[in-house]
Every structure is written in structure tokens, then in C-alpha cells.
């Protein structure tokens, strides 16, 4: 059982940064993909990044290319997502999600079914 816990939302205001923090209890995200979503009032939950934590592979939409970033730290077992030009659009519940895999490309995990394990979320709001 992997527990994830999300902190690092907020208010900030359109062009601003915020970093995102999705820490695991109980054990380590080694062998496991991590992947964060949101999901808007009225909107389905949408895919914004992956990492596999052994090789530090990451994946992205079009959506956030070039803006977001997803990055790992082993010390800490912990993984982030830096979210800088923020635009109105992008304010939503930020969601943590993970599942153990050894192999796949990232692109596999771009659904909600691909994960096992979620957090509870966290509110980001971008004002404009």
C-alpha cells in the first residue's frame, strides 16, 4: 500500500511559479511510475506529467511542454512539480498518482486506470 501525500498549492497570479510536493509513506517510489493530473470544475481529470523514479525518464503534454516539470529526489523520496507561467487555465485540484512498474514507455501512463494509488490532492488557483 503506497499513501501519497500533496502539498505546494495555492493562490498566485498569471505568469507566476508554484512547485508542487508528492511525498510516499510507507515505502519508496523505487520501481514505481508517478504521474500528476487535475482536474477543473465540470472537467474530466486530464494528465500533466510522469517520471519513472529508477530512470528519471519524464513525459508531458503538449499542454504544459516547456512550463511544467517533473523531477524526483531520491533523499527524500519525493517527487515535484514546478509549474512556472501559469496561466488561468491551469487552475484545477492537482492530483498525485502512483503505480509500480518495472518497463513501458510513459506514454501508457497517461490515464487515470494506469494508477493504483492517489493522493487527495491539492488546490491550485491562478488568478489573472
Known amino acids: 500500500q503506497v499513501q501519497l501525500v500533496e502539498s505546494g498549492g495555492g493562490l498566485v497570479q498569471a505568469g507566476g511559479s508554484l512547485r508542487l510536493s508528492c511525498a510516499a509513506s510507507r515505502r519508496t517510489f523505487s520501481s514505481y511510475v508517478v504521474g500528476w493530473f487535475r482536474q477543473a470544475p465540470g472537467k474530466e481529470r486530464e494528465f500533466v506529467a510522469a517520471i519513472r523514479w529508477n530512470s528519471d525518464s519524464t513525459y508531458y503534454p503538449d499542454s504544459v511542454k516547456g512550463r511544467f516539470t517533473i523531477s524526483r529526489d531520491i533523499a527524500k523520496n519525493t517527487v515535484y512539480l514546478q509549474m512556472n507561467s501559469l496561466k488561468p487555465e491551469d487552475t484545477a485540484v492537482y492530483y498525485c498518482?502512483?503505480?509500480?512498474?518495472?518497463?513501458?514507455?510513459?506514454?501508457?501512463?497517461?490515464?487515470?486506470?494506469?494508477?493504483?494509488?492517489w493522493g487527495q490532492g491539492t488546490q491550485v488557483t491562478v488568478s489573472s
Open positions: 498518482a502512483a503505480q509500480a512498474s518495472e518497463y513501458g514507455g510513459l506514454n501508457l501512463f497517461t490515464a487515470r486506470s494506469a494508477y493504483d494509488y
